[in-house]
C-alpha cells in the first residue's frame, strides 16, 4: 500500500506561479514513475506530467510543456510539480499518481493522492 498527500494548490492570478508536492509513503519500492492528473469540472481526468524515479526522464503533456516542470527528490520520497505562466484553463484539482511503469492512462497507475485544488483567475 502506499500513501500519496499533496499540498501546495490555492488561488493564483493568471501569469502567475504555484509548486505542488507529492509525499509518498508505505511500500514505495515499485513506485518507479510518479505523475500528475488532473480534473476540471465537467470533464475527464488528464495527464499532465510523469516522471522516473530511476532516469529522471520526465513526460508532459502538450498542453503544459514549456510551462511546467516535474522533479523528485527520492531521499524525501517526494514529487514536486513546478507550475509558471499559469492560465485559466489551467484550473482543476490536481492529483498525484504513482506506479511501475510510465503511461499517460490514469489506470495504470495503482495508487492516488486525493486531490489539491488549483484555480487560476483571469
Known amino acids: 500500500q502506499v500513501q500519496l498527500v499533496e499540498s501546495g494548490g490555492g488561488l493564483v492570478q493568471a501569469g502567475g506561479s504555484l509548486r505542488l508536492s507529492c509525499a509518498a509513503s508505505g511500500r514505495t519500492a515499485s513506485t518507479y514513475v510518479m505523475g500528475w492528473f488532473r480534473q476540471a469540472p465537467g470533464k475527464e481526468r488528464d495527464f499532465v506530467a510523469a516522471i522516473s524515479r530511476i532516469d529522471r526522464a520526465t513526460y508532459y503533456a502538450d498542453s503544459v510543456r514549456g510551462r511546467f516542470t516535474i522533479s523528485v527528490d527520492n531521499a524525501k520520497n517526494t514529487a514536486y510539480l513546478q507550475m509558471n505562466g499559469l492560465k485559466p484553463e489551467d484550473t482543476a484539482v490536481y492529483y498525484c499518481?504513482?506506479?511501475?511503469?510510465?503511461?499517460?492512462?490514469?489506470?495504470?497507475?495503482?495508487?492516488w493522492g486525493q486531490g489539491t485544488q488549483v484555480t487560476v483567475s483571469s
Open positions: 499518481a504513482a506506479g511501475a511503469r510510465y503511461t499517460i492512462v490514469g489506470a495504470g497507475y495503482p495508487n
